[in-house]
């Protein structure tokens, strides 16, 4: 009854809204990528959602809704968590950061840990695949993932804007409501969004796990943001404040794990257009986050409770031509977290994480080919209660080349050296972990994570086909991987025993650990019109991914995606109606990590239809329906610590309504 009367209550706001016209559009440039470069112009393979695509993969989590993309998957745990894995990184290594600063949240200490940014609430998400830590952060040799919204206004609107969506899920019974309001007056430009959704257990074939449903993966979670700026012609000042409430189950294994998580974030950016004549914008982003969240064990007692205050903040000076220099990027950034795990179970000692860094990314132009060089220097400080500090200084460096062959044809080749400092958890874990089931162990002594990596790419982008081919190899040296020992932790005698004896309670043992390693693998994709007729449009995608990650001496990384392949095809007519069929091939993944089990294979067909039409004058919808693993196969995800006991969701439908007006 409570989900309706949200749902209600939305609704009226919408209806009781003024009509206004549609805010105006940014432009399409792809800005995380360095100073703000169009897809054409830059050296990272980059994958952009937005619009009627955007709200058709908009999903629970991040990792789920990018899921598609090429190079992209995600580590599920349960359907509440789901970070985003590209090119088989994922954690630490992919920064997901919101409107350019980090999520400050704990995401990156387990994997139960859902990520504080919120898809549904995103106006555009950006990843960038491959090396890309020299703006954002070290180590992240994956890519990063930016969601961007309108929370700060960076213009003002033309006039009122109001946006209000409705959708249901058939296969966890989940109700989502979202409502969006921008407008401006004079010289003051506001934003306020919101957003409620409510989910029970989802669905899987029943001959995957005998009950036809993963049991404690309901959940249910709230937000809302307000958020204002002052948009001048020497530039633009704003603050946006948001509240997140997210309460979510873990698939059990031993015992029933929910999730209950409070977070409060506060954003402030300042852009300062042209204040010299050398100069093209000064910007300033800040954030602060105090976030937190208990694990209740049996769903109502607390086991343990995870405090986290972060800050994080950014200045960067975008400087126009100077020598031989075409365009450049300079910057200062700054992270201090204070992270406490609270309860009998804790598993990390209260510790402060201090960064700062320095980096600089220029582009000087030759004729048809672009160089891009960057260099980004870090010094990390951890002191943890009990342990002496530790201290480290990753340095990163790139250099690429991007070759314009014609107006149509691109080709690319970037080389890049990165370097990722331990993590707090990776450092200092020892204890039982009961919402990831296991027992975890860091290692004090790791050092600086190396790594290096080649990168070739080729693009076309003709009136009859399109084309995108990435061939990458990575070599790490003293890759940070979590192993799983083939140890277990006996709960009942509390010691460490090699096998689990019938009838007692046991968690594997996972420690932190070193071991060179070397990621290969590519990317391709083709799409051509198969019909291109006055009113309508069929076309057809082919794709491929693939990532490999082996240790020295032998083994595997373990929980790596495997070979995708498979067609799309879409259909749009007369400006309003659109449909698409997606048929996906994963191959079986037999390289699975020490003490891993082997996932099989799968076909994942899905499709959708959707249809635009104004309702009334300057009233729009967009009527959407989604259906999702139409062959209701059993996947197990093979980038999950989960894969034997919560599969991936059976069949279902979800539909939809988007109102803007």
Request: hydrophobic share 40%; proline share 4%.
């Amino acid at each position: 009854m409570e989900r309706r009367q949200v749902s209600l209550l939305f609704f009226i706001g919408v209806s009781s809204s003024l009509m206004a016209e549609e805010v105006q559009e940014l432009e399409p440039v792809i800005v995380s990528a360095p100073l703000h470069k169009k897809a054409s112009e830059t050296v990272h393979p980059v994958n952009i959602l937005e619009g009627d695509d955007l709200a058709l993969k908009q999903a629970t989590t991040i990792g789920e809704t990018l899921k598609q993309e090429l190079g992209i998957h995600s580590m599920s745990f349960g359907s509440s968590v789901g970070q985003p894995v590209i090119r088989g990184q994922v954690g630490n290594r992919v920064l997901v950061l919101q409107n350019g600063l980090g999520s400050l949240d704990v995401s990156g200490v387990s994997p139960d840990h859902a990520n504080s940014t919120e898809a549904l609430l995103a106006e555009r998400i950006e990843v960038l695949r491959g090396p890309a830590s020299l703006l954002y952060g070290s180590g992240a040799i994956g890519g990063i993932v930016n969601v961007i919204d309108n929370r700060i206004p960076m213009y003002m609107p033309e006039a009122l804007s109001t946006t209000f969506e409705q959708r249901y899920n058939s296969v966890s019974n989940q109700w989502s409501s979202a409502l969006k309001h921008d407008g401006g007056l004079d010289k003051v430009a506001w934003h306020v969004d919101g957003f409620f959704r409510d989910s029970g257990n989802y669905d899987v074939p029943t001959e995957s796990n005998g009950l036809g449903y993963v049991s404690n993966t309901d959940a249910q979670s709230w937000s809302g943001t307000i958020g204002a700026s002052w948009v001048d012609d020497w530039g633009m000042i704003g603050f946006s404040y948001n509240h997140l409430d997210n309460n979510y189950g873990v698939p059990p294994v031993d015992e029933l794990v929910r999730i209950d998580l409070q977070q409060n974030r506060y954003d402030l950016k300042a852009e300062l257009y042209e204040p010299f004549s050398w100069v093209e914008a000064i910007k300033l982003r800040f954030a602060y986050n105090d976030y937190q969240h208990v694990e209740l064990e049996d769903g109502i007692t607390v086991g343990t409770q995870f405090d986290n205050q972060g800050i994080e903040g950014r200045a960067e000076l975008v400087h126009k031509s100077l020598s031989f220099i075409d365009h450049g990027v300079f910057g200062f950034q700054a992270q201090s977290k204070d992270i406490e795990a609270i309860g009998e179970e804790a598993f990390i000692p209260p510790s402060s994480v201090q960064n700062y860094a320095g980096f600089i990314v220029e582009d000087i132009h030759a004729g048809a080919v672009t160089y891009e060089l960057g260099l980004r220097v870090e010094h990390q400080q951890v002191d943890a209660e009990g342990f002496a500090r530790k201290q480290h200084t990753p340095v990163s460096a790139s250099l690429s080349a991007l070759w314009h062959v014609t107006d149509d044809v691109f080709m690319s080749l970037a080389f890049t050296h990165a370097q990722r400092a331990p993590d707090v958890q990776e450092l200092f874990s020892d204890g039982v972990h009961f919402a990831a089931q296991s027992y975890e162990l860091g290692d004090e002594n790791l050092g600086l994570e190396t790594s290096y990596n080649l990168e070739f790419s080729f693009k076309t982008d003709f009136d009859w086909v399109s084309t995108e081919l990435n061939l990458f190899h990575n070599w790490s040296n003293n890759y940070i991987i979590q192993n799983n020992t083939g140890d277990w932790f006996d709960m009942g005698s509390e010691s460490f025993v090699t096998v689990c004896a019938d009838g007692a309670s046991c968690l594997p043992v996972y420690q932190a650990m070193q071991k060179d390693a070397r990621f290969y693998g590519f990317e391709a994709q083709v799409v051509f019109p198969v019909w291109d007729g006055e009113n309508n449009q069929f076309d057809m995608t082919l794709f491929s991914d693939f990532v490999r990650g082996e240790l020295s001496g032998g083994g595997n990384v373990p929980r790596m995606p495997p070979l995708r392949y498979g067609f799309q095809l879409d259909y749009t007519g007369y400006d309003a109606f659109a449909a698409g069929l997606r048929l996906t091939r994963a191959e079986a993944q037999t390289h699975a990590g020490e003490n891993e089990s082997n996932t099989p294979g799968y076909l994942l067909l899905g499709m959708n239809i959707n249809y635009s039409v104004r309702l009334a004058d300057k009233v729009d919808a967009l009527f959407f329906v989604k259906a999702n693993n139409l062959l209701n196969e059993t996947i197990r995800n093979s980038t999950s610590f989960l894969k034997e006991v919560a599969p991936e969701p059976g069949r279902g439908a979800e539909v939809g309504i988007r109102v803007s007006f």
